[in-house]
């Protein structure tokens, strides 16, 4: 069966793949036309490009449909419960940088740490008779993280984009979305809560660990491993 590879299918992420697979010797390009979604490789046998939103290529390793996939590891942390057991990071690719945060309004001048946070939640409640929202994407990260603080009293609001305008659009009290630059927060007038990130991510070539493979995936992820100068690539993956 040949490798399938999961690649970012538009923006930023996929050229930043396709440019850190050339500098490996590898060339992925995209072929057809314009909005055509097919791909090719070269310079190593056996692999095939599939062209995916960053967002699915979770699930696509999960389900072993995939072989490998470029994604961020937030995107694999939040969407694989299980992630450990199912994906092995193979190689971060020094792009995609980006934190996950909590954010609140700058106007909150009493709202520096989560501490703060947990402090003004009890008091919202008792004062609108319902719990603070934060808005995000990430429910499972944030969720876990504000567990791990012990902060309780709150609810997530589901957002997809565009989270940091539902502060002024009044859907929510406070924001958890990834950050680079910061100036999306900045031009919303949203600051970061003190102390760690929920998480700190980065575009990553992950291996998924229920593929199937089978000889001809094996000898092409040998031949991938060699290209990239890493001979343990192929360690704990294989079943
Ligand atoms: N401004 C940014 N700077 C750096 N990395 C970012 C930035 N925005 C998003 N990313 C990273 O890029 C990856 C893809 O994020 P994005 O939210 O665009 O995915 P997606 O919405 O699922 O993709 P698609 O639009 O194809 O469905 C994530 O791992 C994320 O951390
Ligand atoms: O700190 P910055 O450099 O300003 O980057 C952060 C922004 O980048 C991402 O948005 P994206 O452009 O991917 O759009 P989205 O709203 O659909 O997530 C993220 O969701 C933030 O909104």
Redesign the pocket.
Known sequence: MTLKLGV??????MDKTFDWFGRHGITLQRTGSEREYAGSVDGVDGVALVL?????IPRELAAGRIHLGV?????VQEKLPDWMRQVRSIAPLG????D?ILAVPKCWIDVETLDDLDAVAAQFRANHGFRLRIAT?YHRLVHSHLSAHGVADYQLVDS??ATEGTVANLTAEAIAD????GE?LRANHLKILKGEPVLK???TLFASRMADWDPTARAAMRALGAAMGRDDATDGVFQ
């Open positions: 970012p299918s538009k923006g930023r992420l995916l939103s960053a967002g699915e994604t961020g590891t937030d995107l792009f995609g940088h980006a996950l994407k997809q984009g990834i950050t680079s630059t999306t991510s980065q575009a």
